[in-house]
């Protein structure tokens, strides 16, 4: 079966299936959280510009990840609703997998190039009437708390996802690991066509993107192999081809670094932390960086772009303030806030968790509340995100937020946190603060769609800001410190550095030099245009991982 609505480009004529747990392509496709999601679903996008034999698996989500809801008090409640796509094409084919034991049958949808402006995509669900309630529920929900639901996911995605592309007739030359859930896709591929994990990894390559443990999943190995997770394969043969002739804790990514013939980090910081992290594990994989990126025609506002193109910088300005009205009236129906085009709007905005530290803004109180009511050069900030549903500190921090922001009209805490939403805030910010701690975040792309639409990229020197900024010029860095301090104390220095360069330097520049604050919005969007678009991103995968 012919997936592709496109003539591949010769340079790109390996056949590589993508393999991940989200892609965020559209507002309409609710099938993806985060992070990860969005630099997959930029992967797809560029692949289909570059006209690239990429075929991307995933699974269709009946519930997606959750619904932002909220109770009486405004506080965050995560709701669940069944999604209908009427767009996806049913594929016939007829694959089953074993968990557990039992036999789950599995159903394929096909995303076809031409609806979104994607590589063909293939979606799999269990949740269909051949199976029984429990085998539907697999594919219910993103990320699902339960250890055996969640272990039953990376079977049916790894091993579900390799027999439907057998059954369709595409024959795949590399099988990339976004992240380490697909791993079980090794244990089918060592049983049907290798038997040799020298030859096997020469079609293996992996991506990891995090160095946080929620990221590098570890499963008790006679658990996963109750499960199903190894596909049949003796304990004694999984430890042989996996390498684990000890211990009964058994890491995704350990398994994934051992069976790719090369990984990649996901920007060059990531890289040195990656090879840190994993340096003594034997037999592993090469660990190479390469910096992710977002796509420019989907995040960009062409308007804003083309007043770039033209030099006008009146124009660039205006479009501007046109995109915080927008963005504006959003906030006033979510919040009854009116928000003011001439002020200065800081947003954070990404998934919610404690490393990522949504709160360090108001870390001082004191301080905070006068930069709230500065009347002088006053500020509107923005929050919004997606806390993981069973993350109570993350959802906590949400909704103290929440309650804080009840005591500003210049403070706004917004739910529906996806692709919408995001693009909106990215479009209709004058800065975009990202605050993690230092050498835990990986790469983050969120500041780069910022930096796109000319909202400043101001950020703690991780992941792929140092790469990309210019302090003063077409960013603004949190200088680096000691990551070895105790947490209280990087929280502390990190948000008095913050302070002092919004108060000195930040809001002096936007609202005393105005003309100087056009020239950093004009670098942002210039000098972020090749290196951190996704096709640049996607070119470099066929160059340094599938072809090598």
Same mark, same amino acid.
């Given at each position: 079966?012919?997936?592709?609505?496109?003539?591949?480009?010769?340079?790109?004529?390996?056949? +590589?299936?993508?393999?991940?747990?989200?892609? !965020?392509?559209?507002?309409?496709?609710?099938?993806?959280?985060?992070?990860?999601?969005?630099?997959?679903?930029?992967?797809?996008?560029?692949?289909?510009?570059?006209?690239?034999?990429?075929?991307?698996?995933?699974?269709?989500?009946?519930?997606?990840?959750?619904?932002?809801?909220?109770?009486? *008090?405004?506080?965050?409640?995560?709701?669940?609703?069944?999604?209908?796509?009427?767009?996806?094409?049913?594929?016939?084919?007829?694959?089953?997998?074993?968990?557990?034991?039992?036999?789950?049958?599995?159903? !394929?949808?096909? %995303?076809?190039? *031409?609806?979104?402006?994607?590589?063909?995509?293939? =979606?799999?669900?269990?949740?269909? *009437?051949?199976?029984?309630?429990?085998?539907?529920?697999?594919?219910?929900?993103?990320?699902?708390? #339960?250890?055996?639901?969640?272990?039953?996911?990376?079977?049916?995605?790894?091993?579900?996802?390799?027999?439907?592309?057998?059954?369709?007739? @595409?024959?795949?030359?590399?099988?990339?690991?976004?992240?380490?859930?697909? =791993?079980?896709?090794?244990?089918?591929?060592?049983?049907?066509?290798?038997?040799?994990?020298?030859?096997?990894?020469?079609?293996?390559?992996?991506?990891?993107?995090?160095?946080?443990?929620?990221?590098?999943?570890?499963?008790?190995?006679?658990? =996963?192999?109750?499960?199903?997770?190894?596909?049949?394969?003796?304990?004694?043969?999984?430890?042989? $081809?996996?390498?684990?002739?000890?211990?009964?804790?058994?890491?995704?990514?350990?398994?994934?670094? /051992?069976?790719?013939?090369?990984?990649?980090?996901?920007?060059?910081?990531?890289? %040195?932390?990656?090879?840190?992290?994993?340096?003594?594990?034997?037999?592993?994989?090469? $660990?190479?960086?390469?910096?992710?990126? @977002? #796509?420019?025609?989907?995040?960009?506002?062409?308007?804003?772009?083309?007043?770039?193109?033209?030099?006008?910088?009146?124009?660039? %300005?205006?479009?501007?303030?046109?995109?915080?009205?927008? =963005?504006?009236?959003?906030?006033?129906?979510?919040?009854?806030?009116?928000?003011?085009?001439?002020?200065?709007?800081?947003?954070?905005? /990404?998934?919610?968790?404690?490393?990522?530290?949504?709160?360090?803004?108001?870390?001082?109180?004191?301080?905070?509340?006068?930069?709230?009511?500065?009347?002088?050069?006053?500020?509107?900030?923005?929050?919004?995100?997606?806390?993981?549903?069973?993350?109570?500190? +993350?959802?906590?921090?949400?909704?103290?937020?929440?309650?804080?922001?009840?005591?500003?009209?210049?403070?706004?805490?917004?739910?529906?946190?996806?692709?919408?939403?995001?693009?909106?805030?990215? @479009?209709?910010?004058?800065?975009?603060?990202?605050?993690?701690?230092?050498?835990?975040?990986?790469?983050?792309?969120?500041?780069?769609? +910022?930096?796109?639409?000319?909202?400043?990229?101001?950020?703690?020197? *991780?992941?792929?800001?140092?790469?990309?900024?210019?302090?003063?010029?077409?960013?603004?860095?949190?200088?680096?410190?000691?990551?070895?301090?105790? $947490?209280?104390?990087?929280?502390?220095?990190?948000?008095?550095?913050?302070?002092?360069?919004?108060?000195?330097? $930040?809001?002096?520049?936007?609202?005393?030099?105005?003309?100087?604050? %056009?020239?950093?919005?004009?670098?942002?969007?210039?000098?972020?245009?090749?290196?951190?678009?996704?096709?640049?991103?996607?070119?470099?995968?066929?160059?340094?991982?599938?072809?090598?």
């Amino acid at each position: 079966m012919n997936l592709f609505s496109y003539d591949i480009s010769k340079k790109y004529s390996t056949a +590589a299936a993508y393999f991940s747990m989200e892609f !965020a392509i559209d507002q309409s496709l609710k099938i993806y959280s985060g992070g990860l999601g969005f630099l997959a679903g930029s992967h797809m996008r560029s692949a289909y510009d570059l006209k690239q034999n990429v075929i991307g698996v995933g699974l269709l989500w009946s519930f997606g990840y959750y619904d932002q809801a909220r109770n009486e *008090d405004r506080t965050l409640r995560a709701s669940y609703t069944r999604k209908f796509y009427y767009f996806l094409e049913e594929l016939d084919v007829n694959v089953h997998v074993k968990i557990h034991n039992e036999d789950v049958k599995i159903k !394929a949808f096909l %995303v076809r190039p *031409d609806v979104f402006g994607t590589a063909p995509m293939i =979606l799999l669900s269990t949740d269909i *009437d051949e199976n029984d309630y429990l085998s539907r529920t697999i594919t219910h929900k993103l990320y699902d708390g #339960n250890e055996r639901t969640r272990v039953a996911q990376e079977i049916i995605l790894g091993i579900g996802g390799t027999r439907v592309l057998e059954a369709l007739n @595409q024959k795949i030359d590399i099988y990339h690991m976004n992240e380490g859930h697909a =791993l079980p896709l090794v244990y089918e591929l060592y049983q049907k066509h290798y038997q040799n994990m020298q030859e096997l990894r020469k079609h293996v390559v992996f991506t990891t993107h995090t160095p946080e443990a929620a990221g590098n999943e570890i499963h008790n190995i006679n658990f =996963l192999h109750e499960m199903g997770f190894f596909n049949g394969h003796s304990l004694e043969v999984v430890r042989e $081809i996996s390498g684990y002739e000890h211990g009964d804790d058994f890491s995704l990514t350990v398994g994934a670094l /051992r069976s790719a013939k090369i990984a990649n980090a996901v920007s060059k910081i990531h890289g %040195v932390v990656s090879n840190e992290m994993w340096g003594d594990v034997e037999n592993r994989c090469e $660990i190479i960086s390469i910096t992710n990126a @977002q #796509n420019k025609k989907f995040w960009t506002d062409k308007t804003l772009f083309r007043a770039l193109d033209e030099h006008e910088d009146y124009e660039v %300005v205006a479009r501007k303030k046109h995109l915080k009205k927008i =963005l504006f009236d959003v906030v006033a129906d979510q919040t009854g806030k009116m928000f003011d085009p001439e002020v200065l709007t800081i947003v954070w905005a /990404r998934r919610f968790a404690e490393y990522k530290r949504p709160g360090l803004l108001k870390y001082d109180l004191e301080r905070f509340e006068k930069l709230m009511k500065n009347t002088k050069r006053p500020v509107q900030i923005i929050w919004a995100g997606k806390p993981y549903p069973t993350d109570h500190g +993350a959802t906590a921090i949400f909704n103290e937020l929440i309650h804080i922001s009840h005591h500003y009209k210049n403070m706004a805490v917004l739910i529906g946190y996806e692709l919408s939403l995001s693009r909106l805030l990215k @479009q209709g910010s004058d800065v975009w603060l990202n605050t993690p701690r230092i050498t835990r975040e990986a790469s983050g792309t969120s500041g780069m769609t +910022a930096s796109m639409n000319g909202s400043i990229h101001f950020s703690i020197d *991780d992941g792929w800001h140092p790469e990309f900024a210019r302090d003063g010029k077409n960013a603004f860095t949190i200088p680096a410190l000691d990551h070895t301090l105790p $947490i209280s104390e990087q929280d502390r220095i990190d948000n008095e550095n913050m302070m002092d360069i919004l108060e000195d330097k $930040i809001l002096p520049t936007y609202y005393d030099k105005p003309e100087e604050w %056009v020239v950093i919005m004009k670098n942002a969007m210039s000098e972020i245009e090749f290196e951190f678009d996704s096709g640049r991103m996607a070119n470099e995968y066929y160059e340094r991982m599938f072809n090598k």
